[in-house]
């Protein structure tokens, strides 16, 4: 890890730059609004509330400069397996390109061991090529077709 970046667990403080990072890109800027935190500080005491659930930042120089969630799901399959679930991996436009994003993935990973997952998965919207690039050169594999319905 660079020596300069701290992962943390979030807080409530750090959430105007989380919404900021989720808002940066085509698909955030389209269901996202910074403007108004009210959901997601509700969506954050929820969370916060959970212990199955890891909402960390990345700081640099006091800045956050990257997010996810690590959700830890248990279950019956896999003889009783709980598999850690990665969520909403954003990093800053200034430090995009600078190696954040496999820090925090690594980051999770070693989480999710240390938390006796079997098993560390993952979506990615299908036109986010890059990103699945991304993924692969971390070791993950596109083994899973994925489905959602709005509800």
């Not at 409530?12 to 009210?38: H, K």
């Not at 997601?40 to 916060?48: F, L, M, P």
Request: net charge negative.
């Amino acid at each position: 890890m660079n020596s300069d970046v701290t992962i943390r667990t979030a807080v409530a403080d750090d959430l105007p730059a989380i919404v900021a990072m989720l808002a940066d890109d085509p698909l955030g800027a389209e269901r996202e609004n910074p403007a108004d935190l009210t959901p997601y500080r509700s969506a954050y005491r929820n969370i916060e509330a959970d212990p199955n659930q890891h909402l960390v930042v990345a700081v640099r120089a006091g800045q956050v400069i990257g997010t996810l969630q690590l959700t830890v799901i248990p279950g019956l399959s896999r003889k009783g397996a709980s598999r850690a679930l990665i969520e909403a991996v954003r990093v800053h436009a200034d430090a995009r390109g600078s190696g954040l994003g496999g820090e925090l993935i690594e980051w999770a990973v070693s989480e999710a061991r240390r938390l006796d997952c079997a098993l560390v998965q993952l979506t990615s919207d299908a036109t986010r090529v890059d990103a699945h690039r991304f993924y692969e050169r971390l070791g993950f594999e596109p083994s899973h077709v994925g489905f959602k319905r709005a509800l």
